[in-house]
Protein backbone atom coordinates (compact mmCIF):
# COMPACT_ATOMS: atom_id res chain seq x y z
CA UNK A 1 0.00 0.00 0.00
CA UNK A 2 0.56 4.05 -0.56
CA UNK A 3 1.41 6.47 1.87
CA UNK A 4 -0.30 9.64 0.19
CA UNK A 5 -0.30 13.06 2.20
CA UNK A 6 -2.26 16.13 0.16
CA UNK A 7 -1.54 20.00 0.51
CA UNK A 8 -1.84 22.84 -1.37
CA UNK A 9 -5.42 23.48 -0.33
CA UNK A 10 -6.53 27.32 0.82
CA UNK A 11 -8.79 30.29 0.35
CA UNK A 12 -9.38 31.85 -3.15
CA UNK A 13 -11.46 34.30 -4.54
CA UNK A 14 -13.56 33.01 -7.74
CA UNK A 15 -11.64 33.14 -10.92
CA UNK A 16 -8.67 32.24 -8.84
CA UNK A 17 -6.49 29.78 -9.22
CA UNK A 18 -4.61 26.60 -6.91
CA UNK A 19 -2.43 24.00 -7.51
CA UNK A 20 -3.13 20.71 -5.35
CA UNK A 21 -0.76 18.26 -4.62
CA UNK A 22 -0.17 14.92 -3.24
CA UNK A 23 3.11 12.95 -2.36
CA UNK A 24 3.19 9.64 -1.81
CA UNK A 25 5.68 7.38 -0.32
CA UNK A 26 5.96 3.46 -0.43
CA UNK A 27 8.08 1.43 -2.50
CA UNK A 28 6.54 1.87 -6.08
CA UNK A 29 4.39 4.06 -7.19
CA UNK A 30 2.68 2.58 -10.33
CA UNK A 31 -0.48 3.60 -9.37
CA UNK A 32 -3.56 5.17 -11.14
CA UNK A 33 -3.87 8.53 -9.41
CA UNK A 34 -7.01 10.02 -8.80
CA UNK A 35 -8.63 13.07 -7.01
CA UNK A 36 -11.45 13.34 -5.21
CA UNK A 37 -13.73 15.88 -3.70
CA UNK A 38 -16.50 16.27 -0.91
CA UNK A 39 -18.58 19.53 -0.12
CA UNK A 40 -20.09 19.19 3.32
CA UNK A 41 -23.55 17.30 3.26
CA UNK A 42 -22.62 15.61 -0.13
CA UNK A 43 -20.96 12.78 -0.98
CA UNK A 44 -17.46 12.51 -2.06
CA UNK A 45 -17.40 13.33 -5.74
CA UNK A 46 -14.86 12.16 -8.88
CA UNK A 47 -13.07 14.98 -10.32
CA UNK A 48 -10.33 14.04 -12.24
CA UNK A 49 -7.38 10.39 -12.87
CA UNK A 50 -4.10 9.68 -14.45
CA UNK A 51 -2.53 6.80 -15.69
CA UNK A 52 0.85 5.50 -14.19
CA UNK A 53 2.91 6.71 -17.39
CA UNK A 54 1.08 10.22 -17.50
CA UNK A 55 -1.74 9.01 -19.37
CA UNK A 56 -5.24 8.30 -20.08
CA UNK A 57 -6.21 11.10 -18.11
CA UNK A 58 -10.29 11.67 -17.42
CA UNK A 59 -12.65 14.24 -15.44
CA UNK A 60 -15.39 15.34 -14.55
CA UNK A 61 -17.69 16.97 -16.79
CA UNK A 62 -18.09 19.96 -13.72
CA UNK A 63 -14.30 20.55 -14.33
CA UNK A 64 -13.38 19.97 -17.42
CA UNK A 65 -11.00 22.60 -18.93
CA UNK A 66 -10.95 24.17 -15.75
CA UNK A 67 -8.67 21.64 -14.07
CA UNK A 68 -5.07 19.87 -14.66
CA UNK A 69 -4.16 16.53 -13.56
CA UNK A 70 -0.87 15.98 -13.96
CA UNK A 71 1.87 13.64 -12.03
CA UNK A 72 5.86 14.00 -11.64
CA UNK A 73 7.01 9.87 -11.08
CA UNK A 74 10.13 11.07 -10.35
CA UNK A 75 9.23 12.86 -7.38
CA UNK A 76 6.34 10.62 -6.55
CA UNK A 77 3.94 13.49 -6.80
CA UNK A 78 1.13 14.05 -8.50
CA UNK A 79 -0.55 17.44 -9.17
CA UNK A 80 -4.17 19.47 -9.33
CA UNK A 81 -3.85 22.78 -11.30
CA UNK A 82 -7.16 24.45 -10.49
CA UNK A 83 -8.14 27.53 -12.71
CA UNK A 84 -11.37 29.44 -12.85
CA UNK A 85 -12.03 28.47 -9.44
CA UNK A 86 -16.19 29.05 -8.83
CA UNK A 87 -17.20 28.69 -5.62
CA UNK A 88 -19.40 25.05 -6.11
CA UNK A 89 -15.64 23.81 -6.15
CA UNK A 90 -15.10 24.41 -2.45
CA UNK A 91 -14.91 21.14 -0.91
CA UNK A 92 -12.14 19.20 0.87
CA UNK A 93 -10.08 17.56 -1.71
CA UNK A 94 -8.42 13.98 -1.35
CA UNK A 95 -5.88 12.12 -3.82
CA UNK A 96 -5.97 8.45 -3.95
CA UNK A 97 -4.63 5.62 -5.53
CA UNK A 98 -5.84 2.68 -7.52
CA UNK A 99 -4.80 -0.16 -9.55
CA UNK A 100 -7.87 0.41 -11.97
CA UNK A 101 -8.33 3.18 -14.81
CA UNK A 102 -11.83 4.39 -12.94
CA UNK A 103 -14.07 7.29 -11.28
CA UNK A 104 -15.77 5.28 -8.45
CA UNK A 105 -14.10 5.80 -5.15
CA UNK A 106 -14.83 2.15 -4.22
CA UNK A 107 -12.04 1.21 -6.55
CA UNK A 108 -9.32 3.14 -4.91
CA UNK A 109 -7.57 1.88 -1.74
CA UNK A 110 -5.19 4.24 -0.21
CA UNK A 111 -6.29 7.75 0.38
CA UNK A 112 -4.96 11.33 1.76
CA UNK A 113 -5.70 12.96 4.80
CA UNK A 114 -8.00 15.55 2.41
CA UNK A 115 -7.13 19.19 1.93
CA UNK A 116 -9.37 22.22 2.09
CA UNK A 117 -10.33 24.38 -0.68
CA UNK A 118 -12.32 27.35 0.11
CA UNK A 119 -13.32 29.37 -3.19
CA UNK A 120 -15.16 33.22 -2.56
CA UNK A 121 -17.58 34.84 -4.44
Known amino acids: QVQLVDSGGGLVQAGGSLRLSCAASGRTFNYVMGWFRQAPGKQREFVAF????????SYADSVKGRFTISRDNAKKTVYLQMNSLKPEDTATYYC???????????????WGQGTQVTVSS
Open 96 to 110: AASSRYSSAYSTYDS
Open 50 to 57: IGWSGGPT
